[in-house]
């Protein structure tokens, strides 16, 4: 579902086994908020309850949406709707992942002959991190690692005869219950775990 916008282009080059490090458990209270081209979104979880709110511009090939998901974690049960447009019925989205941003570094290791290099340490946006680096034939990308949980808050990937591109990078990572008022679904989309 989301992370479409965020990945697709990065399983093109990032095929490898994870780095082996000791990270804490992800936590099940926190805010992420990221952001890439031309798009931002919002994670809140508060234990089994998820609401992921994306916002994506107007481009030449689509209009801007905002779509806003809540989500019940072990269940995958989820229901989407626009905030913007109450005439646009609310959905539920028939898939088994809804995009846990703890989960990017693990959906990434495609292939096991293929492991990135650690090539130093960074922060990103007051969160340290070690970063990586992972060549293949169509060109590279970089990422950084956050030290403490282990969560992919950047990348930055460069194709062979190309600029680098940040394809998304974490603006903000707090870990606690976020406003319960996040979670308010609204009266036209009933939600059933």
């Not at 994670?43 to 779509?67: E, N, P, W």
């Not at 941003?101 to 002959?113: E, K, N, V």
């Not at 680096?133 to 950084?144: D, N, R, V, Y």
Request: proline share 7%; aromatic share 10%; net charge negative.
């Amino acid at each position: 579902m989301i992370r479409s916008v965020t990945f697709a282009a990065l399983l093109c080059v990032c095929s490898w086994a994870p780095a082996s490090a000791q990270y804490l458990p992800a936590p099940t209270k926190y805010t992420i908020v990221t952001a890439g081209r031309g798009y931002t979104q919002h994670f809140y979880r508060d234990g089994d309850t998820v609401l992921v709110d994306l916002q994506m511009a107007k481009s030449a090939d689509r209009h801007a949406i905002h779509l806003r998901t809540i989500v019940d974690a072990p269940t995958t049960t989820q229901r989407s709707w626009d905030p913007n447009d109450p005439s646009v019925p609310c959905n539920s989205v028939a898939t088994g992942d809804w995009g846990d941003p703890f989960d990017f570094w693990r959906q990434m290791a495609l292939d096991d002959s293929i492991v990135p290099t650690e090539i130093g340490k960074d922060s990103v946006n007051g969160m340290a991190t070690t970063t990586y680096e992972k060549t293949a034939p169509q060109g590279s990308i970089e990422l950084w690692r956050e030290d403490r949980y282990g969560l992919l808050v950047k990348a930055v990937m460069t194709l062979k005869g190309h600029a680098p591109v940040e394809v998304f990078e974490a603006k903000a990572f707090v870990v606690g219950a976020p406003d319960s008022a996040v979670f308010d679904v609204p009266a036209r989309c009933e939600w059933k775990k």
